[in-house]
């Protein structure tokens, strides 16, 4: 994981009608925004269309000339409805074909537990022509990464093993560092203070999130820096302003 | 809530920094697909953009011109990263300030809290000009429709209370109905199969989803379609020809 000072980008793009229906819930997103936040990535904006080629392929070509990074999640299993790995060749333009190496990775596994490499998932085999790639420990199958575009299952399982197994290749830039204070009051009341410490630190991303519960209103400050001593400046002073309200 | 004939679909776009920086975890996107689903409305596409006023004039003006009804979440409460009302304004070219209809529902909720209507309070009181409210039976401050585009909060107890008010007021149409089995098999078992099953009813959209646990492979097969006869043929016929696998 090479450090550079430049800003790295992503975008996330969600595949699979199943999320559109609400059948499934999401749990992607939120796991791949922190693993980005984290290794000093910023996700700067997430998409989620439904099982449609053209629609993948519209999605990945403009994503992935804006951001440094395009992740992809759903869509690569063995049945007809998993037509990820074509929408992303059709994208690139390249052809896609059973990759050697992927099916060096299948067939042993199958063996090994008496199931049969049926057509379906040799289906998972199928890799875009110049991609790498990416290891999958649950369940075998990898995704791969082409160009900046990184391929994952759907499962949350297996996307995190190959988001694990991706990270190592990934460019990085300096990581935004967070800090957060609780306040037992409503927004309202310290609106105007924290409107006038975000123009004070302007280079300091300042949000504010309100929650309600036991009929208590309760509202956390979260200011985000990649400079971390402006950062904690920045907390100080805003803990001082709160304590004199 | 008009029943007709014809498809109505829509689009969600999901403000927030706290999402694509992974501090929040989203809890409407499932939501909103799962009410829209039950209601006769088709999400077709969901965006998450960060509190950037050109990203959010953007994704309405992109977004709201491809499904009948856009629906926001986030951005709409009192603080500097509240953005959202204003950025709707500049969308649709429209002027915004202080609404009295909104007024009237914050002034007397607040007086009746000894809690003082702040400029920054006041700030949820801006509506663009031409827009309906939507009531907020959990912290008063309405959301609004503009067009067809609807505004609600973030926090998800005060988007549900918006989505239940604004529900009424939409346009629907044909149910998309769904069936599902569940199988303990891998999918690569049954995918041939399955596969044939979506040839042969081609009105029927089938999705397969695996899951893993307890060391046992788990595939859920759904049939959805908005004929319910259909549905139950394909459905029946799907049961028998997995019997005989």
Redesign the interface.
């Known amino acids: 994981m090479a450090q550079d000072d430049s800003i790295i980008t992503a975008a996330l793009l969600?595949i699979?009608?199943?999320?559109?229906?609400?059948?499934?819930?999401?749990k992607n997103?939120?796991?791949?925004?922190?693993?980005?936040?984290a290794i000093g990535i910023?996700?700067?904006?997430?998409?989620?269309?439904?099982?449609v080629e053209d629609?993948i392929v519209a999605a990945v070509n403009e994503l992935r000339a804006r951001s440094t990074y395009l992740f992809t999640t759903g869509g690569i299993?063995?049945?007809?409805?998993d037509i990820t790995a074509d929408a992303i060749a059709k994208a690139f333009g390249v052809s896609i074909d059973v990759d050697p190496r992927a099916l060096a990775l299948l067939q042993p596994h199958y063996e090994k537990r008496g199931?049969t490499l049926?057509?379906?998932?040799l289906?998972?085999a199928r890799i875009p022509d110049g991609a790498e790639l990416i290891a999958n420990s649950?369940?075998i199958a990898p995704g791969f990464m082409i160009g900046n575009v990184i391929v994952m299952a759907g499962?949350p399982?297996v996307m995190q093993a190959m988001l694990t197994a991706v990270t190592a290749r990934l460019k990085t830039g300096r990581k935004?560092h967070?800090m957060?204070l609780g306040v037992d009051r409503?927004?309202?009341?310290i609106?105007?203070t924290?409107?006038a410490h975000?123009a004070a630190f302007p280079n300091v991303?300042?949000?504010?999130?309100?929650?309600?519960g036991d009929g208590r209103f309760r509202t956390e400050l979260?200011l985000?820096s990649t400079d971390e001593i402006e950062l904690q400046t920045a907390f100080e002073q805003l803990k001082l302003k709160l304590s004199q309200l």
């Open positions: 969600v699979g009608d199943e999320i559109l229906s609400g059948r499934t819930k999401d997103i939120g796991t791949i925004a922190e693993h980005l936040t910023r996700l700067r904006e997430v998409r989620v269309v439904a099982d629609e299993g063995p049945t007809h409805d199931m049926t057509p379906p998932r289906r998972m649950v369940s499962v399982l935004m967070s957060s409503p927004e309202g009341d609106a105007e924290f409107s975000q991303s300042m949000g504010s999130y309100p929650s309600f979260v985000r």
